[in-house]
């Protein structure tokens, strides 16, 4: 157990549509990111929050937008959905912010537009 | 463009035998590296690393070489074990603005017993 929890584990949805994933990183993690995992794809970087503050944005669509919220918790909205927005999103921990530090990996979302 | 790359998709080796996994990298201000293990249903969970200073490291079973100078690093698990069985993936991070780690696709180990 990562101690990083990700809500829902699964998220069926229809194109137009929209969602919001949960995080609750580790405690005492100021850090929380999220990756998107596509079929075939590496683990994309979209957004890195540390201490309630935006620090770094990836390849992140205008569509989707991310908080972190003063208890530290995380959460990513995806709208106007789209059939290619259909991946696995996982938020991940850590301490701080430095290049060093490994991640801390929830189970991820798995969400599925049809 | 990919800057940390797996060029293998899949790996089968059979039980206690070596396990040797590649990434190759095209920035060269990567000083850190870590590589990530993750099974089906869970998320990646970390393994080991290895910082720009060092070739080698090494934790039990699991050793990450590294060559700046060809820009590739392994990872070599000896013996390999079927419990050894997930997705690795291979990322890499900066010092300074670029400390977000990159990630390889990841390659599939199947050990066969």
């Known amino acids: 157990d990562s101690g990083v929890t990700q809500t829902p584990k699964h998220l069926i949805t229809a194109t137009g549509q929209r969602v919001t994933l949960r995080c609750s990183p580790r405690?005492?993690?100021?850090?929380v990111y999220w990756y998107q995992q596509s079929l075939d794809q590496g683990l994309q970087f979209l957004i890195h929050y540390y201490n309630g503050e935006e620090r770094a944005k990836g390849n992140i669509l205008e569509r989707f937008s991310a908080q972190q919220f003063p208890d530290l918790h995380s959460e990513l909205n995806l709208s106007s959905l789209e059939l290619g927005d259909s991946a696995l999103y996982f938020c991940?921990?850590?301490?701080?912010?430095?290049?060093?530090?490994?991640?801390?990996f929830g189970s991820g979302t798995q969400l599925s537009v049809l | 463009d990919q800057q940390v790359k797996q060029n293998s998709p899949s790996l089968s080796v059979q039980e206690g035998r070596i396990s040797i996994l590649n990434c190759d990298y095209t920035n060269s201000m990567f000083d850190y590296f870590l590589w990530y293990k993750k099974y089906p249903a869970e998320g990646p969970t970390f393994l080991i690393s290895i910082s720009s200073i060092k070739d080698k490291n090494e934790d039990g079973r699991f050793t990450v070489f590294l060559n700046k100078s060809a820009k590739h690093l392994s990872l070599h698990i000896v013996p390999s074990q079927p419990g050894d069985s997930a997705v690795y993936f291979c990322?890499?991070?900066?010092?300074?603005?670029?400390?977000?780690?990159?990630f390889g696709r990841g390659t599939s180990l199947i050990v066969h017993p």
């Open positions: 990322a890499a991070s900066a010092g300074g603005g670029s400390y977000i780690p990159t």
């Open positions: 405690s005492g993690d100021l850090s």
């Open positions: 991940a921990s850590s301490l701080g912010t430095h290049a060093a530090e490994k991640l801390f």
